[in-house]
């Protein structure tokens, strides 16, 4: 097959094969691939134009990257800082694009910190501020480090008089961190945001920030992103703890501990926070949307119509109640009712009503005698008229 036509999905079935087995190579070659860096590049190109000879530059370039990356992560002389240069040249002159070494900056600036070089860290950092959330924090530690707070002695009376140089520089990479606002995990999609020194220094300086800046709730917002990317739920607790006794009638926060509760199962907490928005936002649909998940999610009848009647008044589109209202009789078990809604649905959505074929076929496997099928029926099921829910609804993030 002319590899120009295959799909991307496939392409990266093939490289990640590929690259499982380079990896495999490496943790059992690493002293020998430290001693011959150039012979083992001629082996990857080799092998790489042999195997996917018609990949893209982007492909071919990201393949490179994650070879070097996992060669350093291997080697016994990645705290040799003239080695780790001249294993980054080398993989640098092999990519097809000449579009900058920021990747290999960083990982460098990282290491550097790891070996508490921190002015020369800064320097290679500072231009990647807006490269991923971790940047700022570093740099802010890097600046802290370099102010030691005195025990005694002549600084100490200075100290008292306001912060250091670097101390105050330290606070300004955390402004900064806000004002850019950079993604969060991007360095992890590149393949170096699993470092525990770097995130370790991302926590740390986070909590500094709530300290310092205790009125800015963006850094508690920064923190709980990230705390979901990577599944920390002890972080995101401790998080959304302060940050709703904070800012209690913040929606953000708010629409996060709900979804923090129904992943716990806890269904009066969800209930509260439910409570909790009606009285802070007693105009808008979004807690009463939230009203109705959850009363199809608990089957409770009487809720699940109260809700249903202030949404009315509320002007929910048409398309969502209908979905609402299928999905509501479906957890139920209530066959015929649901079928008669699905009826309802394909009228609401009159041309566009395909996405009810999919309902459909969810349907016939809710009412199977396949527990597992059933389960993973309904959770589909859930999950589907959600996030179409919040897309008709326009509930976003913010």
Avoid at 161 to 169: I, V
Avoid at 313 to 328: H, M, Q, S, Y
């Amino acid at each position: 097959m002319d590899q120009e036509c295959q799909p991307d999905a496939v392409i990266r079935v093939k490289l990640d094969q590929l690259k499982s087995d380079f990896f495999e190579y490496i943790e059992k070659n690493s002293d020998k691939i430290d001693a011959n860096i150039p012979v083992f590049y001629g082996q990857v190109i080799a092998t790489l134009e042999k195997a996917l000879p018609s990949i893209t530059d982007d492909f071919y370039d990201r393949f490179i990257d994650s070879i070097t990356l996992r060669v350093l992560e291997t080697s016994k002389m990645s705290g040799d800082l003239s080695h780790v240069q001249k294993l980054f040249d080398y993989a640098e002159r092999h990519k097809r694009r000449k579009t900058g070494k920021s990747l290999y900056d960083i990982v460098l600036g990282i290491n550097l910190i790891n070996m508490e070089k921190y002015t020369e860290a800064i320097e290679r950092l500072k231009k990647y501020q807006n490269t991923d959330a971790l940047i700022c924090p570093a740099l802010a530690y890097c600046c802290l480090a370099r102010a030691p707070l005195p025990v005694g002695g002549p600084e100490a009376e200075n100290l008292s008089r306001g912060p250091t140089p670097d101390a105050l520089a330290a606070r300004e990479q955390m402004i900064e961190l806000i004002r850019l606002n950079p993604p969060v995990n991007r360095l992890r999609e590149m393949g170096i945001g699993d470092d525990p020194g770097i995130n370790r220094i991302f926590w740390f300086m986070l909590k500094k920030a709530t300290e310092w800046f205790p009125e800015n709730r963006g850094y508690l917002r920064i923190g709980i992103e990230k705390a979901s990317a990577d599944g920390r739920r002890d972080i995101r607790e401790e998080l959304l703890g302060l940050a709703t006794e904070r800012f209690f009638n913040d929606m953000y926060f708010l629409r996060e501990l709900y979804r923090l509760n129904l992943e716990n199962r806890d269904a009066g907490g969800v209930a509260g926070v439910v409570r909790q928005m009606t009285q802070q936002f007693p105009d808008e649909l979004e807690p009463v949307y939230y009203g109705m998940k959850l009363s199809i999610i608990t089957t409770h009848e009487d809720v699940y119509y109260k809700f249903r009647k202030l949404a009315l008044t509320k002007n929910i589109p048409r398309t969502a109640l209908v979905l609402l209202d299928f999905g509501f009789e479906m957890m139920c078990g209530k066959k015929h009712e649901a079928f008669a809604c699905l009826d309802e649905i394909k009228l609401a959505f009159g041309p566009h009503h395909y996405y009810a074929i999919l309902l459909e076929y969810v349907t016939h496997d809710i009412f199977s005698d396949d527990e597992k099928k059933v389960k993973q029926a309904k959770k589909a099921l859930i999950d589907s008229i959600d996030n179409h829910c919040i897309g008709l609804l326009r509930i976003k993030d913010t």
